[in-house]
């Protein structure tokens, strides 16, 4: 169950970058997280007032408030850095560098006490270089410093932000990502105040503004109740996976190329998952 629900995040976060980067090119980075964010909140209330799933915080580390609180602030750092990263076209560069960001809450989890056995050692470095070569790293020609700036806050931002969300959701998974969301929101309507615009999206955008928040939200949910169904370490790599998906995507609707070493990165990501799964 934990693995389904982890490759099941990957599939969400890949499908919400591939949109998310795309509107990008338009629009700014920051107009596109906030506003996606805020329908994010909105699926989070409709979730805990259809399911009854509302739980009263505290200021306990070791309850849901403060880790949500903080992840949400990391997370949405990531998110604008991400985003403004692949508007530079640098995709090559920005999404290799921070998928890295599983190593945040990997790192965490092991020296927290999680035990691997040799095989899930195993898979799991097959599974992240998998993952890395198949976000298409650029491996010729100059690079700028700038999109390797966003890419590292990208990456410090998430893999701050999962380890954050596996902490609040030992406590409830659901109200550590609805905390993120409403913490996100607040920071938004202080953006689009501060540069007094919402965005200048057009009716048209709305459907796929919505599909990003839903599908991001879902998908941290969902890697979020992953890591309490098992080992902590297996469930944020198998998250990981997100950048076969956005790079399958621009594929199949973009026409972009795939380079040889982006195949070899599906190969090992697959072969690394099913050895996971084996472990």
Known sequence: MSAFLALFSSLLWGG???????LTKKYKAVAVAAVSQSFGLLCGVLVILFSSSWLAPN???DGYLIPGVLAGLMG?????AFYAGLATGRMGVVS??????????????????????????????????????ASGPEIRGGVSAKPLIFA????FGFGGAI??????????????????RCTTFIVAL???????????????????????????FFGNLLLGVATTKGLVSLAVVLGSMFPIVTAMLAFKFLHERLHKVQYLGVALAISGVVILSLG
């Open 163 to 180: 380890t954050l969300i596996a902490k609040g959701s030992q406590t409830s998974a659901i109200m550590t990502m609805t905390t993120m």
């Open 96 to 133: 290799p560098i921070s998928s890295l960001s599983v190593l945040i809450p990997l790192g965490v989890a092991i020296f927290g006490g999680e035990k691997l056995t040799t095989i899930q050692i195993i898979g799991i470095c097959i599974a992240l270089l998998g993952g890395f070569c």
């Open 76 to 80: 949405f750092a990531g998110l604008i």
């Open 190 to 216: 202080l953006l689009l105040a501060r540069f007094r615009t919402f965005g200048g999206f057009s009716k048209k955008d709305l459907p796929i503004l919505i599909i990003i928040g839903a599908a991001d």
């Open 16 to 22: 919400a970058d591939f949109l998310a980067g795309n």
């Open 152 to 155: 590292t806050i990208a990456a």
């Open 59 to 61: 200021l306990s580390w």
